[in-house]
């Protein structure tokens, strides 16, 4: 540890749902990251009622190149499409105002605007190994190479919609790590020690796209359920296409934030300057698709 770097905290921080944006926004320039205590726990139960059926059909491990196949985990299932498929999430989570306050001090520093770049279920099941640990910045790995002198160019909302214990896999965080000096550094991530983010049902760990962190191995007889929300900034692709699987009568009913989010409205950047993304013929895209009408 060099002379400018503060040691790491033995746990995540925890607030609870409501602290002010600009505290949960000061702890995670600081750790990372932090725990909101109590986020989602209204919407929880209902979610997984929307889900459960599907959850439970659904083949864990991912069909695609091999180190893929090692990420997503062999023993994972991982379910996405979201807003199609739970009306919970369609009309309470996807555009929670107090989850965006969050978000927003995170992603508005560089884009008037940002996207939702995915939405999914990650259940774990026991017997799954360690993921291998990353920093989701990585999905765009130019990044890396700014280190933390880098825009945020991805952050995370990691909820725990069952327990969420060590032993059942919570994620492993290195808090501090997003100050590291070198992204490109395996050595030092791989023998660094990391701590779990243990929670319980409807907490939510939001943190930044520069931290080190993984799934955990659920060495446990119960099935780890989380749910992540993960957002780019608006000059950055998405990793999930959301105008070719919402359809466009649902598109209409979500609010003006979400249809942006999720691709339904054009991008303007005036933050830093620039121009507007993502519209046709020069036509503020919503105009296009009469969503305002």
Not at 261 to 279: A, E, Y
């Amino acid at each position: 540890m060099s002379a400018t770097e503060v040691q790491a905290p033995a746990k995540m921080r925890e607030v609870p749902s409501g602290t002010a944006p600009e505290i949960v926004k000061r702890i995670i320039d600081e750790d990372g990251g932090v725990i909101i205590k109590g986020l989602f726990k209204g919407q929880v139960d209902r979610f997984n009622a929307d889900m459960e059926p599907i959850v439970a059909g659904w083949a864990a491990g991912y069909d695609g190149p091999d180190w893929m196949a090692e990420f997503a985990g062999k023993k994972t299932k991982r379910i996405t499409q979201l807003i199609r498929r739970s009306k919970t999430f369609r009309e309470e989570m996807l555009d929670h105002e107090v989850m965006l306050s969050y978000i927003d001090t995170l992603m508005l520093e560089t884009s008037d605007a940002y996207w939702m770049n995915a939405a999914q279920i990650i259940e774990i099941q026991p017997g799954e190994k360690a993921q291998f640990l990353h920093r989701d910045l990585e999905n765009y790995p130019v990044f890396r190479n700014y280190g933390p002198s880098g825009p945020e160019v991805m952050c995370n909302c990691i909820i725990a919609i069952s327990d969420y214990t060590e032993e059942m896999g919570a994620t492993r965080v290195i808090p501090g790590s997003h100050k590291w000096p070198d992204y490109n550094d395996r050595e030092r991530m791989n023998n660094t020690p990391s701590i779990a983010a243990v929670m319980e049902k409807g907490d939510a760990m939001i943190f930044s796209g520069k931290v080190v962190h993984g799934g955990g191995a659920n060495v446990s007889n119960r099935p780890r359920r989380a749910l992540t929300l993960a957002f780019c900034p608006g000059w950055l692709v998405p990793e999930e296409a959301y105008p070719f699987a919402v359809p466009m009568e649902m598109a209409r009913t979500l609010s003006k934030r979400a249809q942006q989010m999720i691709g339904f409205r054009s991008m303007h950047n005036q933050k830093l300057g620039g121009g507007t993304l993502w519209s046709l013929d020069y036509v503020e895209l919503a105009k296009v698709l009469e969503l305002d009408n």
